[in-house]
């Protein structure tokens, strides 16, 4: 008995003196809505469904940091898609699964990765965002809420599968995230910063085969603020290359008004299959997003937006989406919300449905989803 108090006594001073030079967290989000979406059919039928992260990507993850000693700083942080209307992590929303690292789903497949941080700023080496997820991300009209059909989380991200083949560390998928890369984000000075990001093909005798390279620029002052990016992705013959370019800004016209606005443009250059296209050289897509939020008290926040998506260089096509979100805050933790989205293709015809993202059903042009739910941080 006295030998297990001793070492119950050892256990604890060893827990105390660990967390008195680092601390490890575990957080996480449950999002899930009950959504109707009309249009689903030929004929016109509708769809209910409950869908999880409509508001944003439910989630969970590990993060820690430990002090090094003059203001040197070791961090990492582990973060995985929760998929929790089935109970299931790694998984895609809204019939995109975007999540996928070559043909398998990942336990940490949204973030994982280690690194130092201090005076010069931070350095990640892992699977990191893309740079322009963490800068032009500020901006978004809805605040990358409806993660699965979000022009900008899937086409100014580069997060859609379908129209961006195999470009990247990832060999596949998505974009938005880079398999085996190292990341630089500056110290803010005068609230201005800057990051670079590079990311390993790791293919032998050919190093520009499947690579990712990005830079970024951003101002903030806390409230307001601009940010622009720009990355090349390469194939994995490196005959072929993505590049991107993003900007977006956001700005308080008065106390309860907060305007915010995107643009990004896509491009592929060489010849590449991507979907049932046997060359996409010269495929480009661009997006604008503008919106509005309006507080109506400490609670309450309605937002207005809009996104235009249009695709050339391959295949002409179009969509546009309108949106109504309304946020009610309980606490700092849980929201609940509801959200109108009518979404408008050029056409019935693939190239134009497709840039609805999910919400639009095939032989028609044009739909409405509802969405209303609750989401709760930890």
Do not use: C
């Amino acid at each position: 008995m006295k030998k297990s108090i001793l070492a119950f006594a050892v256990l604890s001073a060893f827990a105390a003196t660990a967390s008195a030079q680092s601390s490890i967290v575990i957080y996480g989000i449950i999002d899930a809505a009950v959504v109707a979406t009309t249009n689903q059919t030929p004929t016109g039928g509708s769809k209910f469904s409950m869908d999880a992260g409509q508001l944003l990507t439910s989630r969970w993850g590990i993060k820690g940091s430990e002090d090094l000693g003059g203001g040197l700083k070791a961090n990492f942080n582990l973060e995985g898609t929760l998929a929790n209307d089935t109970g299931t992590a790694g998984a895609g929303y809204g019939g995109n699964v975007f999540n996928q690292v070559g043909s398998n789903t990942s336990l940490f497949d949204r973030l994982s990765w280690v690194g130092l941080s201090g005076s010069f700023g931070s350095v990640t080496l892992g699977r990191n965002n893309i740079l322009g997820v963490d800068s032009v991300g500020l901006a978004d009209p809805i605040s990358l809420a409806h993660a699965g059909s979000n022009p900008n989380v899937m086409v100014s991200a580069l997060n859609s599968g379908a129209l961006y083949g195999g470009f990247g560390t990832n060999q596949g998928g998505s974009g938005l995230r880079q398999n085996n890369s190292i990341k630089y984000v500056s110290p803010i000075m005068s609230g201005f910063g800057g990051a670079l990001m590079y990311g390993f093909g790791e293919k032998a005798g050919d190093n520009a085969a499947s690579n990712y390279a990005g830079v970024s620029g951003f101002f903030t002052d806390g409230t307001n603020g601009a940010a622009l990016s720009y990355a090349k992705l390469k194939d994995n013959t490196g005959g072929a290359s993505l590049s991107g370019f993003a900007g977006g800004a956001k700005f308080k016209v008065a106390p309860t008004v907060m305007l915010r606005g995107t643009y990004a443009h896509t491009k592929v250059e060489g010849k590449i299959k991507i979907d049932a296209l046997p060359n996409a050289d010269g495929r480009k897509l661009a997006v604008i997003g503008l919106g509005a939020d309006f507080t109506l008290s400490d609670q309450t926040t309605l937002t207005t937006a809009y996104y235009n998506t249009k695709r050339s260089g391959d295949i002409d096509g179009k969509a546009d989406q309108y949106i109504l979100l309304g946020k009610y805050a309980f606490s700092k933790r849980t929201t609940a919300y509801a959200s109108l989205t009518y979404a408008k293709a050029g056409s019935v015809n693939a190239q134009d449905v497709s840039l609805a993202l999910g919400i639009i059903g095939a032989g028609n042009s044009s739909a409405t989803r509802t969405a209303v739910g609750v989401l709760h941080a930890f």
